[in-house]
């Protein structure tokens, strides 16, 4: 048995030498295969990268021969086209190499932008208008891509700076209306700059524009760009796809060699016919970096350019911090938005010390290269290639390319900006908002474009100062202190509460908001209308429209009045004596609303002896109030609690046979019964009220009860201060209990856990009431029980009520 279970051992663990080969052959091929189907997808993921990156190269390079023809739309360039064409080419590989190597994005797509060139396009021609006819082209041209050069080099260093400093989210108080009157510019002076290439004539305001249709031979030549430009708009809108688009602008020449081919006509007839431009000598690199003749630059023409220069610096940080915020919100990835704007700062610096242009992120290729999955930074590389090679490259790309090809892409531009921002934009856009837009369109359109861009930023704040005008900044609430009162001195305060004026003001208070404070402020504190000397002795309340005592039967017309003399709104108004100004919520106040709104309604007020105290008022607002005599230094208080308790106090003082009590350790039990009878302290059924508390006096941070403890007994505060907090009653929260208050009956009467901590802020005379004794009453004296639980209940009431309010706010 033994041998046989060894032999079955041996069988089982030991695999024939025939079996062990087929396994080892089967599992070389297993992974050849693999091997083979992994180098298929690397081959695969390759070929992909290198097609994108021929795609974006395709995109790309059509636009940048169109932003030359806008940058240089002066006719004084017109010679030095193809050496300008490849500089801004040779700009934006500089820009992809920066963004290649720095971005924090794979598929970064950086690129000359046309956010910025339609100011470099001021910039020029203003340059080319300044020198006149007199200074020769050459110092033109030298003046002019010098001064390109260190602005963009000087924008960087801002983008730069502003990423430091961690300031991206300043560009953002540039009102995106005056931002889309721009962007709308750009459109229309795009759509000049495709009628001037189809036509070879200069465009570039309204009535050249207008010019171009006055010859059928010009409006023959931009038919198909503009229909190509509108058949890119069509594509771009139906299918959201580049490789499309790519397409669909390769479409456009091919179709056209096939129709010179099938009608027999020759390049030269096609160049002789206005279609093709006319054979130029392709500029070598050399003659592009000869145009930097830095004897030649007049450089008293720079410094001319500073304004246009700021314009350039908002809008190009505002365009790439939207691109970013675009790009995050299509990836669904987080990204630093200073950070980004470091690097597009840092490539700005690189190409304006190369002679380059602004630049930045390209959002639409960007996008489209991440939808890739390519993930991978040879996109880039080859997108950068590509523009590299055409710069070397000894011919002229345009010479041979027809000129509406061009035409419709500059167009497809000009028809995709003034569509969004001059049509689609009003249902973004407040109608105010929608007239300020069109409003910065049209002044810069008139205007230069510094100036209608200023025209546009002051139109833009006086919509803001109106819209803020209109906006409520005082509101008249109903509101009383969170002080712990006695049932007698809540009475009287509910009977009293409408003599407090409380109003609540907000935001910044200034000149603009004057008037609606004095509106609100007036039509909301009442006054008496005063009588003339000879009716001081009338003991009637009513009078008619002649000053004339009126008797019961005729119809009153009420003494109390608005305090702008207007009559009062509420029948039943009574006089205000305090005005409670809550300035939580106060930012800042100029001097204007403190003399134009505080001041006449501090004047106002004393005239007639009402009371106004602030609360909550920031110290500089404070200062202002006090420089400006409005009020003294005593009217101020720390919280809206402590100015409100002040005027409550004031009323409790001030009324007859309530009083505020203290010290009175001799007359607990006085107080008490009053506390239990309301208005009768005599009554026979709180006679013997006392034997049921037990009377206490304890020191200041005595400790009644604390959180989480069982609620065995509730107090009624004879003297001193009890504070309740859940902790140390140092936070804002802590509630004060006051003399003839109950504390601790809440919790008592709900049987629960105590909910706050309760201790004496100073010595303190209190009576408590045990559970034990409370159903001893029960038991002996149910009539009593009865009259102090419904005033309990009542008193639980009103400080749930007030807790209300005060939560409410």
Request: charged fraction near 15%; aromatic fraction near 10%; charge should be neutral.
């Amino acid at each position: 048995m033994l041998s046989i279970t060894r032999e079955k051992s041996r069988n089982t663990n030991i695999e024939s030498p025939t079996h062990v080969l087929l396994y080892t052959a089967n599992g070389k091929m297993a992974s050849n295969l693999q091997n083979h189907e992994a180098k298929l997808q690397n081959w695969a993921h390759v070929v992909n990268i290198f097609m994108y990156g021929i795609i974006n190269s395709v995109t790309t390079i059509p636009f940048l021969y169109g932003y030359a023809v806008i940058v240089f739309s002066h006719k004084d360039f017109a010679d030095f086209m193809p050496a300008l064409t490849k500089l801004i080419i040779f700009s934006s590989a500089v820009h992809q190499i920066m963004f290649t190597l720095t971005s924090s994005l794979p598929c970064a797509i950086g690129q000359a932008q046309d956010a910025g060139l339609i100011l470099l396009s001021t910039m020029v021609t203003s340059v080319c208008n300044s020198l006149g006819d007199d200074v020769p082209l050459e110092a033109k041209v030298a003046t002019s891509i010098v001064g390109i050069g260190i602005a963009t080099a000087l924008l960087g260093v801002c983008l730069v700076i502003m990423g430091k400093l961690k300031l991206a989210a300043l560009v953002a108080y540039l009102p995106v209306p005056v931002i889309g009157g721009y962007l709308a510019y750009i459109g229309i002076f795009c759509l000049y700059a495709g009628l001037a290439l189809c036509t070879g004539l200069v465009v570039n305001d309204i009535k050249s524009m207008i010019g171009v249709f006055n010859n059928a031979h010009d409006v023959l030549h931009c038919v198909p760009g503009v229909v190509g430009g509108v058949f890119l708009r069509v594509i771009s809108q139906r299918y959201n796809n580049s490789l499309i688009l790519s397409g669909a602008i390769l479409i456009m020449p091919v179709v056209f060699f096939f129709i010179l081919l099938v009608g027999g006509i020759s390049m030269d007839d096609a160049r002789n016919g206005g279609w093709i431009h006319l054979g130029q000598e392709p500029a070598t690199v050399s003659e592009m970096i000869g145009l930097f003749d830095f004897s030649l630059v007049h450089w008293n023409q720079l410094p001319k350019q500073f304004g246009t220069w700021i314009v350039m610096v908002l809008i190009v940080a505002f365009s790439s911090c939207i691109d970013v915020a675009a790009i995050e919100l299509e990836t669904g990835k987080k990204l630093k938005y200073n950070y980004e704007l470091m690097t597009v700062g840092w490539s700005n610096v690189v190409s304006g010390l190369l002679g380059g242009y602004p630049g930045s992120y390209i959002f639409s290729q960007t996008i489209f290269t991440y939808h890739s999955k390519t993930n991978s930074r040879i996109v880039g590389v080859c997108l950068l290639v590509s523009e590299i090679a055409l710069v070397l490259a000894p011919v002229s790309v345009m010479s041979y390319v027809p000129r509406f090809v061009f035409a419709a892409v500059v167009i497809f531009i000009a028809i995709a900006l003034m569509i969004q921002w001059l049509v689609l934009s009003y249902q973004k856009l407040s109608l105010r908002e929608y007239a300020v837009l069109w409003m910065t369109f049209i002044a810069v359109n008139v205007l230069s474009l510094d100036q209608g861009m200023l025209i546009g930023v002051g139109i833009a704040i006086v919509n803001f100062l109106l819209g803020y005008i209109h906006l409520p900044v005082v509101n008249r609430k109903p509101r009383s202190s969170g002080m712990f009162r006695t049932l007698e001195e809540r009475r009287l305060l509910n009977e009293k509460c409408d003599t407090i004026a409380y109003f609540e003001f907000n935001g910044f208070l200034f000149f603009g908001s004057s008037v609606q404070i004095l509106d609100r402020v007036q039509k909301a504190v009442y006054v008496r209308r005063q009588l003339s000397s000879d009716m001081d002795d009338v003991e009637t309340n009513y009078v008619n429209a002649a000053n004339l005592p009126l008797t019961p039967r005729e119809h009153p017309a009420p003494l109390i009045r608005c305090l702008d003399g207007t009559p009062a709104t509420h029948p039943d108004a009574v006089p205000t004596n305090y005005v409670v100004m809550d300035f939580t919520n106060v930012t800042a106040m100029d001097t204007t609303a403190a003399r134009s709104a505080f001041l006449i309604l501090q004047k106002y007020c004393s005239n007639h002896d009402i009371t106004v105290v602030y609360a909550a008022a920031l110290p500089h607002i404070r200062s202002t109030l006090v420089k400006n005599n409005v009020v003294g230094s005593d009217s101020f208080f720390p919280s809206t609690e402590s100015a409100l308790d002040f005027c409550e106090n004031q009323i409790l003082a001030g009324a007859t046979g309530v009083r505020r009590k203290s010290s009175f350790h001799d007359e607990c039990s006085r107080q008490l019964t009053q506390f239990f009878a309301g208005e009768s302290d005599d009554s026979q059924i709180l006679s013997n009220i006392d034997e049921f508390f037990k009377k206490r006096e304890v020191p200041a941070g005595h400790e009644f009860y604390s959180v989480g403890e069982s609620s065995d007994r509730f107090y009624f505060l004879a003297s001193g201060c009890v504070t309740l907090s859940k902790s140390n009653g140092l936070e804002e929260s802590a509630s004060i209990v006051m003399p003839g208050s109950l504390f601790g009956e809440v919790d008592f009467f709900s049987h629960q856990q105590r909910q706050l901590m309760a201790f004496a802020m100073k010595p303190c005379t209190v009576l408590e009431m045990r559970r034990g004794t409370y159903e001893l009453m029960q038991e002996q004296h149910p009539v009593l029980l009865t009259r102090i639980r419904d005033v309990v209940i009542q008193s639980m009431a009103v400080s749930l009520s007030n807790a209300l309010k005060y939560s409410s706010r």
